[in-house]
């Protein structure tokens, strides 16, 4: 096994052979990395139909299937490094990274492995027993974007099992090749049947969305895709999770000036430009009080002048490449928008010369509200910053958008910090972090970031029917 020469799709606990494959590029040289099997429309039909056929027995066995996310996990801590090379060569992250993301994979697994699903009492006396219990939809698809698909793939596939669903996982042709591995990893592992893994385009994804034996649609992508897919789901009435983007603002508080001021920058540097800024809940637009505005842009314009961008194999590199020559291409048309508008690039700017997607991390101030770079998701290394004057003026213009992923306060009074979150609109409020997401603590957009929540006992509740069960004694 050798994760750049991929094995086929996972369909009913085979890997089978497809004449059909995706190009992958290595975003580090801009160049072809491996030839991906895809999935046909046939193979999706096989894959639903093997999904239907074990959901039955699957969902009456709760100690296998706590056994089989023991396994799971397992597998994900053994093939550590296998999975993490894959992953690094396929989107760029640097591969300690990487390795951080199949770290946290394993987590989620075993995380849902651990305990009966809960059933709530809401009467237990003489005249009666009412429960509420959670019975499983049936068959998940889930969609993973490019960004993160062993994690997100870890957690969509940990959470159906936990629920007594099959599940079948469709990764995005930018990034298919290490839910690929995983597939072939898991083929011995799990039941024939509850697992299936289908590389394919978009058109694939519709085709799972729109099939009437799959119950729920687990998304994780872009707004515009998961409004696709909230309208397919309509006429069937499906089930859904949306896992959208988002554009989270941070707000530094006042009180953060003197020593606090390099502190915080740090923190807030890391939140914004982790994994080149291409996460869900990075910091996406910073609100800065104007007494501190150069001292703090000059301390992150310091932070990132100190990056080393290049090749994420390189132990000393900081940043790899953007993961996609869409995406670059997007990140720099954001940036040279931003300056036609008349906005100033304090540290960055070009992109690093060679032949992969890099850029360098990148601030720009001097912008509008209304400039592409602050309304719209960047999803990439180039962050707006911009002064307010009083905290009421931030709080109002980090809530005038439609996204609702994140939002972060920084401040060295942590319950001050905490009232201020409560006035902001977003489905996740860090005080003096930011993007802090852990397999028990529910995680999901306001607004058109998203529809319900992932991880906990909501993400739980999601992939579930909620089912009374009232007995008269
Ligand atoms: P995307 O929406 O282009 O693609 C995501 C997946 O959906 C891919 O597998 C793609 O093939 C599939 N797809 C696209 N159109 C479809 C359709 N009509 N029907 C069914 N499937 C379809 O997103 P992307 O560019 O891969 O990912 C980046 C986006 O994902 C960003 O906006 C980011 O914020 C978001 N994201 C959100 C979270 C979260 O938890 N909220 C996490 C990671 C990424």
């Known amino acids: 096994m050798t994760a750049l020469s991929p094995s086929g799709p996972l369909v009913d606990g085979k890997l089978v052979e497809t004449p059909h494959t995706i190009t992958v590029v290595n975003p580090a040289t801009g160049e072809a990395c491996a030839e991906c099997p895809a999935a046909t429309p046939e193979l999706l039909e096989r894959a639903v139909d093997a999904a239907v056929r074990a959901a039955p027995a699957w969902a009456k066995e709760p100690g296998a299937r706590r056994w089989t996310l023991e396994t799971v996990a397992t597998v994900l801590d053994e093939n550590r490094e296998a999975l993490a090379r894959t992953l690094s060569t396929e989107t760029g992250i640097p591969v300690r990274d990487a390795a951080m993301e199949a770290a946290g994979a394993a987590a989620f697994a075993r995380h849902r492995a651990a ?18 219990r959670r019975a499983p939809i049936g068959v998940v698809g889930a969609i993973i974007p490019w960004n993160a698909p062993l994690l997100i793939s870890a957690e969509k596939i940990s ?21 690929a591995l995983l597939g072939e990893l898991l083929a011995q592992s799990v039941p024939s049947g509850v697992l299936g893994v289908l590389p394919g385009g978009d058109e694939l994804g519709a085709a799972l969305v729109a099939h009437p034996a799959v119950g729920m649609i687990s998304f994780t992508g872009s707004i515009d895709a998961g409004r696709a897919i909230m309208a397919a789901a309509a006429p069937r009435l499906k089930r859904l999770s949306l896992e959208l983007g988002g554009n989270d603002a941070a707000i530094v508080l006042p009180d953060v000036s003197g020593g606090a001021v ?90 690093v010369s060679g032949p992969g997607y890099f850029h360098r991390p990148t601030l720009v101030t001097g912008l509008a ?11 990439g290394p180039a962050l707006p910053v911009l002064p307010y004057d009083e905290v009421d003026e931030a709080v109002a213009a980090a809530n005038d958008t439609d996204y609702g992923l994140g939002a972060s306060v920084w401040t060295t009074d942590p319950e001050r910090g905490a009232e201020v979150a409560a006035s902001l609109d977003a489905g996740s409020v860090w005080v003096n972090r930011h993007g802090v997401v852990s397999p028990e603590i529910p995680f999901g957009g306001m607004k058109q970031s998203g529809y319900g929540r992932a991880n906990g006992a909501a993400g739980l509740d999601q992939y579930s029917e909620l089912k009374t069960v009232s007995v008269r004694r």
């Open 369 to 379: 509200a209304d400039t592409a770079l602050v309304a719209q998701e960047q999803f």
């Open 262 to 351: 390099a502190k915080t920058a740090a923190k807030v540097y890391a939140g914004a430009f982790y994994r080149s800024g291409q996460v869900c809940a990075a910091i996406k637009r910073l609100y800065l009080p104007r007494p501190v505005f150069g001292e703090f842009t000059e301390a992150l314009a310091a932070l990132a002048g100190q990056a080393v961008v290049g090749d994420p194999f390189d132990p000393s590199v900081t940043m790899g490449p953007v993961s996609n020559r869409a995406q670059s291409d997007r990140v720099r048309g954001l940036v040279e928008d931003a300056v036609a508008a008349g906005g100033t690039v304090l540290a960055g700017g070009p992109e």
């Open 159 to 179: 959470t159906a099992f936990a629920t007594g669903n099959t599940v079948i996982v469709k990764p995005s042709p930018l990034a298919p090749l290490t839910t």
């Open 115 to 132: 305990g009966p699903l809960p059933v709530d009492s809401v009467h237990d006396d003489e005249r009666q027993r009412v429960q509420v």
